[in-house]
């Protein structure tokens, strides 16, 4: 399942949206000197241009307090030419990460990581969901892989990809495992699984043999090695799956372009061509 010709699909729909809406807006917030967060960062803000979006990029130094954070949030959540807002984890340990994902308006949280939007998702009524197992859903809708019925199996339970992926896997009519690192016997409930998405962030973490023969495998792992950026799966079961996603160009390039599906969706919200369907909820 190539991730790469899929994102440049969505983003050339993207930029055609962001066309006629005018003016479209995404603010990201990075604290600190994490190389890898600098490097995403980056690539997010050159592709929000590309689509042409206005972004704005805000890097605070490592030793930023967590007030200065709050109030820059408070700041761009009240700024009418922000649509989205992308805090970039993980924070400085000296910040309290859930204090400031809350503090992120429920409308222009296009990592929807807020409570609001990760309730609202848990409850069946997707609204701003998280940009990864977005990206995996759509490689297995565009590519045709059967959900309803089938075994699913999800290795890992973050909240930005273990946990949405497998909301969104259910509420397509798959019948969903979810995997840890307390899982014994993981290859007994891989070998089972007509849909595999590995996100454990453990590189070679799935052999090849550990594959459903047919099976469609969604590898979300990006693990540097002195080899490259490799997944979680051997790519050695692309003999055994019908789709498998490669690393890089598969689930990476979506991320980013969801990211940027999101944005429009939350520029929809606030002009009101869409119903923020969460917007119920606030203040319970
Ligand atoms: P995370 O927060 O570290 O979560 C990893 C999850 O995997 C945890 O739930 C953990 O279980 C589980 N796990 C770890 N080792 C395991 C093992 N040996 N067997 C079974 N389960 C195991 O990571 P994340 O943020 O979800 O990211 C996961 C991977 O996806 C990373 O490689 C990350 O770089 C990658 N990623 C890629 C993209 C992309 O755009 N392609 C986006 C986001 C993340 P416990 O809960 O029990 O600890």
Redesign the pocket.
Not at 179 to 183: E, F, G, I, L, Q
Not at 220 to 223: A, K, L
């Given at each position: 399942m190539d991730g790469k010709a899929l994102a440049e699909k969505v983003r050339a729909q993207v930029a055609r949206e962001v066309e006629s809406l005018g003016s479209v807006g995404i603010a990201t917030l990075l604290v600190g000197d994490d190389p890898a967060s600098h490097l995403y960062i980056g690539m997010k803000h050159r592709a929000a241009e590309q689509a042409g979006m206005r972004a704005f990029d805000h890097r605070l130094p490592a030793e930023t307090s967590q007030d200065e954070v709050l109030a820059l949030v408070a700041e761009l959540n009240a700024d009418e030419s922000v649509d989205g807002i992308l805090v970039q984890l993980p924070l400085p340990p000296h910040l309290d990460e859930a204090t400031v994902v809350r503090s992120v308006a429920p409308v222009k949280d296009v990592d929807g990581l807020h409570p609001l939007n990760a309730g609202a998702l848990f409850l069946g009524r997707p609204t701003l969901v998280p940009a990864?197992p977005l990206?995996c859903m759509a490689l297995l809708l565009d590519y045709g892989v059967p959900l309803e019925g089938r075994r699913a199996v999800v290795?890992?339970?973050?909240d930005?990809?273990?946990k949405p992926v497998g909301q969104l896997l259910m509420q397509a009519n798959a019948t969903v495992t979810m995997?840890?690192?307390?899982?014994q016997d993981?290859e007994r409930h891989t070998l089972d699984a007509d849909v595999l998405v590995a996100?454990?962030?453990?590189a070679g973490?799935v052999a090849a043999d550990m594959v459903k023969v047919g099976a469609a495998v969604v590898d979300?792992?990006?693990?540097p090695t002195d080899a490259g950026l490799v997944g979680?799966v051997d790519p050695g079961a692309s003999e055994r799956a019908h789709w498998i996603t490669p690393v890089p160009g598969g689930?990476?390039p979506m991320?980013i372009a969801m990211l940027l599906q999101n944005t429009v969706r939350a520029a929809r919200y606030r002009r009101g061509q869409l119903e923020f369907p969460a917007l119920g909820l606030q203040g319970c």
């Open positions: 990864t990206g290795i890992g339970r973050s930005i990809v273990g995997c840890h690192s307390r899982t993981l996100a454990a962030g453990s973490l979300v792992g990006q693990n979680d689930v990476g991320t």
